[in-house]
């Protein structure tokens, strides 16, 4: 699948769920969340529909995210049964880690090749302030767990926020100094429509001057289906230092993915407004109907998103699925 623009369209985004059991800031205002009702959340079955027949016009790597996936009763199994699907090259998962000790080896057993783990502070309280309450030392035992359970890469997101965690940054880049952990930074994005954001938002680059003053950084080649961020490392170090820079870097033109939200709006673009409702194809149509639904989708991707420029209401992280 080749998009008009010449990208290849290789990853599908997969939200089970817009529930969590955190509220990061960055994500989710404090009050007046709407949740789904149960019955207007794609069934299981339905997700396997649609990715089956995304596996069928070339996606080769599914990422399972939400709101927090581990929250969805039945995901192991749910996740065993996508592995299955033949042309299924990479399935893989972000999560907060809140359960990831007790889930790590499963998840691992049911084929999942990789975890993203939302990680924004090493401290206690910042995490806590953060994610409105979280536990940092239950999301580290989750870590570890997931280490112990083997997964072909850890991946750590960072969303950083200046004055709140950038005075981190050194610590999470010393995590990839001795552990194959790649620790990603991530700019701030307004999705919240915060008046703010501007302050709290660092530019990749000065994340990356930051941390040249300290490591003599080698930039990395990306691996075969790795998303839009620019990866470095520090000579000898075990794991690799990654920059999402969706505000200064304008990544849309490595873009390689299309969406579905727990819903099941089809999404060529986080940013997209609109999407395309699966639901009454899932409900009425056949395979070849949703296939050409992909493919319109496919057809609708921009150049470049629009969150900055554009004046829309709030985009809901946790039910578009970050
Ligand atoms: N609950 C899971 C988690 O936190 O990893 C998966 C869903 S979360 C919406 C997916 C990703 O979106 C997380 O890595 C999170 O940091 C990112 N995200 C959410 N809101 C963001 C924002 N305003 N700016 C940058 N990243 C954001
Ligand atoms: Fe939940 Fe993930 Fe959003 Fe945090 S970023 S509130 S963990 S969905």
Redesign the pocket.
Known sequence: MVDNFGRKINYLRLSVTDR?N???SY??PAHGIKKLDHCDILSYEQLHRVATAAVGIGVEKIRIT???PLVRKGIVDFLAELKRIPGLKKLVLTT?GVFLEEMAEGLRRAGVESINM?LDSLRPEVFARI?RGGDLQRVLAGLAAAERAGFEYLKINMVVMRGINDDELFDFAALTLDKPINVRFIEYMPTLRDKNWESLMVPGDELLSRLSGRYDLQQVSPEALDGPARYYQVPGAAGKIGFITPISGHFCQKCNRLRVTSSGMLKSCLFDEGGVSLRPCLERGTDADLLELLRQVEGRKQYKHTLVDSVSDTYN??QIG?
């Open positions: 969590c955190l509220r990061c994500c989710m939400g709101g927090e907060n939302s994610t992280m946790s970050g």
